[in-house]
């Protein structure tokens, strides 16, 4: 009986040390699919899906919350936030290992376009929460020093490269006399550290993605009472609002063809995954799994 006993107990362990080693199920990330977290299986974790919605597959199962999913331009790489550090998964070698970062508080990856560097934020939270935008290239198989973009006080958050790679949009916090703090959008310079304001809505404006074209960034905001995505045009410096609907509409990623954008609504009780035409005359609802989905990216 006590063999027994200690037979489950051994075998258990080992199928947690399995799951904590080999935790990314999916070999290939493929085109046009959508990379998302969620909630359904009781802890958050990493989960794919077709645009219509057809082929759901979760890739993570760990005891860990993932998050925050990035995939390399390459498709051989993932990127996530697990336990407040950013992990890595390699589909060639099937491994996954932690960035090598100094200790803190990582969320918000973001490839760059060429594959060969992310921008990500760095959190601090004692004196007081600050973040800051940070960068690490590759060189190969070689992780780089990571080089810190940005400087507290302002605090600037999710990192958006533009598609030649040389400049970041972000939210910046900012603090208003009447509203508190805001967040607005921003675009900074990589190489001068120049940074630009780009919308005035003195409003809660932040979770940028820039088109494929590079002519446009869709962001979620506040301004008009509710959250809905917005597109800032940045040859003509205007906007333009995309969704309208009583519900929150946010967390916006751009379609590899720059035609449509996929975002989380929950227009229909829980947060899931909608897509929505560059014209805002089509939407249709790609995830039906009446839990919380996040931070949808769609691979190139």
């Known amino acids: 009986m006590i063999q027994h006993r200690w037979k489950k107990i051994i075998l258990t362990l080992m199928i947690f040390l399995f799951w904590e080693t080999v935790s990314v199920s999916a070999r290939t990330f493929l085109p046009g699919d959508i990379v998302f977290s969620s909630n359904l299986s009781g802890n958050w974790d990493l989960y794919t899906v077709s645009p219509d919605g057809k082929q759901l597959r979760q890739i993570t199962q760990t005891p860990h919350d993932e998050l925050s999913p990035a995939v390399s331009p390459d498709r051989h790489h993932l990127v996530f936030q697990k336990k407040r550090e950013l992990w890595w998964y390699a589909k060639d070698s099937d491994t996954q290992e932690r960035l090598p ?64 790679g040389t400049r970041l949009a972000c939210a910046e916090f900012k603090r208003d006399p009447v509203l508190g703090v805001i967040e607005e959008i ?93 014209s805002g005359d089509r939407l249709r609802r790609v995830t039906d799994i009446k839990k919380t989905c996040s931070r949808p990216f769609w691979v190139k």
Do not use: C
Not at 108 to 119: E, R
Not at 135 to 145: A, L
């Open 101 to 164: 970062l100094p200790p803190g508080i990582y969320a918000h990856p973001a490839w760059k376009p060429d594959g060969s560097a992310l921008a990500y934020i760095k959190y601090t939270v004692i004196p007081s929460d600050q973040g800051e935008l940070w960068q690490i290239h590759r060189n190969g198989t070689v992780w780089e020093e990571p080089r810190r973009l940005t400087t507290f006080p302002p605090m600037r958050v999710y990192p958006s490269y533009s598609p030649d």
């Open 186 to 278: 921003g675009v900074l310079d990589i190489e001068t550290g120049a940074f630009q304001q780009v919308t005035r809505d003195k409003a809660d404006s932040y979770h940028p993605a820039w088109s494929p074209n590079g002519k446009q960034i869709v962001y979620v905001s506040n301004k008009t009472g509710n959250y809905d995505i917005w597109i800032y045009h940045l040859e003509t410096e205007k906007n333009t609002r995309l969704t309208r609907h009583r519900s929150f509409d946010g967390e916006p990623v751009w379609s590899p063809a720059g035609d449509e954008i996929a975002f989380v609504s929950s227009r229909t009780g829980h947060r899931e995954i909608w897509i929505i035409s560059l």
